[in-house]
């Protein structure tokens, strides 16, 4: 498992946790992480995080994967 990975599955276990970091992660999630982290979030230019909320079961979510 790689840091990213682990950064993002403890992330994922404080949204259980924490209504308030769970907030914060789905409006801001650059800065949630870089708070729970302490470091800067360096993204390749051109990528960003999103956090999509699936508590409400209304919304149907799909992906279309890049090409490379």
């Known amino acids: 498992v790689n840091r990213v990975s682990l ?3 403890m992330a994922q276990g404080l949204i ?3 209504e308030n970091f769970k907030n914060e992660l789905i409006q801001d999630p650059t800065s ?3 708070n ?9 230019e051109g990528k960003e995080v999103i956090v999509n ?6 919304t149907f ?8």
Request: no cysteine; hydrophobic share 40%; aromatic share 10%.
């Open 36 to 44: 729970l982290t302490g470091e800067k979030l360096n993204l390749p």
């Open 61 to 68: 979510l799909t992906f279309v994967p890049h090409n490379e």
């Open 7 to 9: 950064i993002f599955m």
């Open 53 to 58: 909320d699936q508590t409400n079961n209304a």
């Open 32 to 34: 949630a992480i870089e």
């Open 16 to 18: 259980y946790e924490q």
